[in-house]
């Protein structure tokens, strides 16, 4: 018989494992699904059940490489009580990093069981896209590669929540690489680096210490905050871009309305440097690449008016 002592304890594990996911950050795995599904939908070939196997397998590897991180990094020594920013649940004993690392493993498993399905439908270009995903998940933060600590991570989140999830999203659907959704991976995936480039601007003190050369560290404060505001500039001159190249029509500045708070976050980027300022930032961001991610889908799905 189950007692009323198991509730809270049941319930503070599941608030682990939530923190430990970052579910602010899944935006990052959400927004590239949208722009390359809307980017196959615009043309007439949206397919319902390849687009949500794709944002099943994205979600997984990304919560995945999350959970990954979190039991690694407290065990290469980079995570320690001194470190700003949210609780990670390893380094605060909410977790073991066992049970870190088995559900890191748990999502990865239901990404390639998602995974096997769009081979079964695309092919091997799916499988050699997923085999490389799945090694970029695992290599970020362990050996002998460690991405992240050789100011690797900007160039991998780029590609992988960029490139690589809008392209991969779109192929699913329309079995072909396709001009629009290339274009419209270059924004989604530099507003997916500014999440990283915010989240190492704030730890650059912590992972020097611990011997983490993001690129952060190796470029120092001031450049990684111009690297921000850069990541965001492109964004906002790429549905221009696109427009000129006749990949979106005459709704293309949907994601223009986002300026407002791009321009916010570059305000608190260059004044601030406190903990909780970017740390509000870092969030914001997130919810910026989702709103952007939107609107730019919206203007892949209106292309042809």
Sequence with gaps: MRTGVEAPDAGRRWRAWVLAARVPTLTAAVAPVAVGTAAAAGDGMFAPLPAIAALIAALCIQIGTNFHNDALDFLHGADT????????????????????????????????????????????????????????????????????????????????????????????????????????????????????????????????????????????????RAQYVCCLAVAVAAPAAMRLAGLLGSWFWLPWLTLPTMVGLVRVVLRHDDAASLVGALKRTARLLLVYGALLAASLLLRLN
């Excluded at 995974?115 to 998940?137: D, E, H, K, N």
């Excluded at 809008?166 to 274009?183: C, E, K, M, N």
Aim: with cysteine.
């Design 81 to 224: 009580p001194h470190r700003l920013g949210p609780a990670r649940v390893t380094q605060a004993g909410l977790l073991s990093s066992r049970q870190v690392l088995t559900g890191a493993y748990l999502c990865l498993g239901i990404a390639a069981a998602a995974g096997i399905y769009l081979v079964a439908l695309r092919g091997w270009p799916v499988l050699m896209v997923g085999l490389a995903s799945f090694a970029a998940a695992l290599a970020y933060t362990a050996s002998p590669l460690r991405l992240g600590y050789r100011g690797l991570g900007d160039l991998f989140v780029f590609l992988f929540f960029g490139v690589v999830a809008v392209v991969g999203s779109d192929y699913v659907q329309t079995g072909s690489v396709r001009a629009v959704a290339l274009a419209a991976s270059v924004p989604v995936g530099l507003l997916a680096a500014a999440i990283l480039v915010l989240n190492n601007l704030r730890d650059i003190e912590t992972d020097r210490a611990a011997g983490k050369r993001t690129l952060a560290v190796r470029l120092g404060a001031r450049a990684t």
